[in-house]
């Protein structure tokens, strides 16, 4: 399966996880995220769900000026993104468990 | 640095067409976007040497993703998309748009109309009166400095709807204006109807009062005569109208006493002149030849043929 399909529906976690461990701005996300590994995240991918989880109160923003070119809309965590984040990471633990388990069975079928 | 200087317009063209491709996002939420991604478009481009549309793709392609990644799929907002549309479409009609211009050559009109509304409704909601001689004008201590501050006011609302033209933000502010003060013309315009006539003309009443049965110059004729030219009187003659319509004298309230003819069938017929009255208690017209006091002229004029009386017997 295409990387980029796997990785659509576990976006708002990534993103989340990102900017609680540190507030970050557009662009400064997509970085953390393509330097945590997930090389092939959209550009638009990330300002989008950005936008959305702001608009969804999972995020907080404010700007601060810049020395380098205009200023930046820095992106924190609320309480209630934490909830969220707390979510996914469970269901993430008990999907990818599942998953690994049926994938291991499946090698094992056809071995 | 030549890259340095070409940097922002790359980014500023790929951005429009971004824009462009979010055209049905509302404003707000759109601005608020492209704010975002505008910040991260420069980051892009100082990092890869320029070229972001290497770098991103087509700037169709990437609102495409940035639409679905933020929630704001077209099957949202494709009501108001599809309004928008079809009022775009419509306001793009060349005759819609011939009308526009039109209406644009009269706003001059309305904005000196404007500016009497504002004067009279404001005259009217303090209850102020109104000039005797000129209905229309407001009296502020006098009729004059009425007829001054419409004037200031028509002015003004010149002067306003001419900046209002030049100054798109004034816009907004400006419609509201106009239909709130479009609310206002219904009383104002009762009002000058009302006042349409000044209080010291006179006014025509015409009564018309039809008069029921025979009238002569708009007097009711209670009778008539009539006389052979020899001068004799004749009864019971029945007067038609040209078109054949019967003079009925047939007096709303039935009395007894009018002698009244009756067809072999039993109708009754009005028209037969000159009317007779029975005696009270009787069936007889004590003197049916009375009439009024006239004397016949000698006439001199020769006879007209008399019709042969075709009536057959029965």
Redesign the interface.
Known sequence: MDRSQLLRGT?DAAALAVVAEQDG???DV?RRLRAAGLTDV???????????LY?AGALTSYVEPSD??????YYGITARGRAQLDEARTAWAEFSQTLSNLLETDVEVTA | MTTAAHVPSEVESYLARVRAALADIPADERAELLEEVEASLHETASETGGSVAAQLGPPEDFAAELRSAAGLHPSTTSQTAGLRESFDRFTSDPRVAAIGRFLRELAPIWWAARGYIVVAALALAAGASWSTSHGAVPRIWNGKLGAVAILAAVAGSIALGLWSRRTPRARLPVAILNLVLLATVIPVAAHLSHRAEPASATRFVIQTNIIPGLAYNGAPVDNIYPYTRDGRLLHDVLLYTGAGTPLNVSTTVYDPLRRILVTKSGARVYNAFPLRYYEPGTRVVLRPNAGPKVKVPRIATPPLPAQKHRRKAR
Do not use: C, F, Q
């Open positions: 976006l701005y557009g662009y997509l959209g550009d638009a991918s990330v300002y989008g769900t950005l936008r959305r608009r380098e070119g205009p200023h930046r809309r």
